[in-house]
């Protein structure tokens, strides 16, 4: 009984902060996989509506990107583009807060970010990215 009150609670809370759209939220894809140059690694991707945060957990490190996606793909042929999260990466919950000042990679106005995008680019199924130490990470969206 104490557990149906408080999942109560916890839906009640997500539907208001939900309609106040002063949070939104990224859900894990349970389907999409993720590849460091070519291989298979530990890792899942948080989507939201225009943006997502891929974290790579391969050889024990952690490590999260975020991608903000332009809806469309540009005479450079990319979709959108991806910023480091540095030291922070996404704790693994199926669902994570989105608010102005969370995660700590949601920082756009940022000048720090300004220099530091790398294009995002869909291939078939795939997005890919190559990061700052010349990886290429590739996300599978679904399974086919």
């Known amino acids: 009984m104490a557990t149906l009150v408080a999942l109560s609670i916890l839906f ?3 539907l208001v902060l ?8 990224l859900v ?3 389907k999409a996989t993720v ?9 899942e991707i948080l989507e939201g509506r225009l943006s997502a945060i891929v974290t ?11 991608l ?3 809806g469309d793909t540009d005479s450079n042929q990319d979709t959108g ?12 919950l199926p ?8 995660p700590p990679c949601n920082l756009l106005s940022d000048d720090v970010y300004k220099d530091r995008r790398w294009p995002l680019f869909r291939r078939g199924h795939f997005i890919e990215f190559v990061a700052d130490d010349l990886s290429t990470i590739r996300i599978k969206l679904r399974n086919e």
């Open 56 to 66: 790579r957990r391969d050889d024990g490190k952690a490590h999260s990107y975020r």
């Open 95 to 102: 669902v994570l807060p989105e608010a102005a000042n969370y």
């Open 18 to 25: 939900r309609s106040t759209k002063a949070v939104a939220f």
């Open 12 to 14: 009640a809370a997500y």
């Open 35 to 43: 590849e460091v140059n070519g291989k298979p690694v530990q890792g």
């Open 28 to 30: 894990r894809n349970r």
């Open 81 to 92: 583009w991806v910023i480091d999260c540095h030291a922070w990466a996404a704790p693994r």
């Open 68 to 70: 903000f996606f332009e």
